[in-house]
Nanobody, 117 residues
Framework: QVQLVESGGGLVQPGGSLRLSCAAS????????MGWYRQVPGKQRELVTG??????TNYADSVKGRFTIYRNNTKNVYLQMNSLKPEDTAVYYC????????????WGQGTQVTVSS
């Protein structure tokens, strides 16, 4: 059984910072890309950022220069969010492309980020 467990969400004022963490556990044979999506009510889930197992990254235009994704090992991914704006308010979901008995994408349960004064 594979799990992605997220932490680090919360309430922050505009201009503030948060760091999200995601840890993968279970019978994992190989890890590939990991990343973060976000979703607000009534809208589709959107890609925020991703990182491959070789360290290549990509970012949504709306977060470039403010958010940084990094991995300290193959099973943990982090999202450092700086200069937060009210429009960053959303539920943030970790995702991971990994191999157990077969290769597929897994999702975390989501963590709420609220940017408000």
């Amino acid at each position: 059984q594979v799990q992605l467990v997220e932490s680090g969400g919360g309430l922050v004022q505009p201009g503030g910072s948060l760091r999200l963490s995601c840890a993968a556990s279970g019978s994992i044979r190989a890890m590939y890309a990991m990343g973060w999506y976000r979703q607000v009510p009534g809208k589709q889930r959107e890609l925020v950022t991703g990182i491959t197992n070789t360290g290549r990254t990509n970012y949504a235009d709306s977060v470039k220069g403010r958010f940084t994704i990094y991995r300290n090992n193959t099973k943990n991914v982090y999202l450092q969010m700086n200069s937060l704006k009210p429009e960053d308010t959303a539920v943030y979901y970790c995702h991971a492309d990994l191999l157990t008995n077969f290769r597929r994408t897994y999702w975390g349960q989501g963590t709420q980020v609220t940017v408000s004064s």
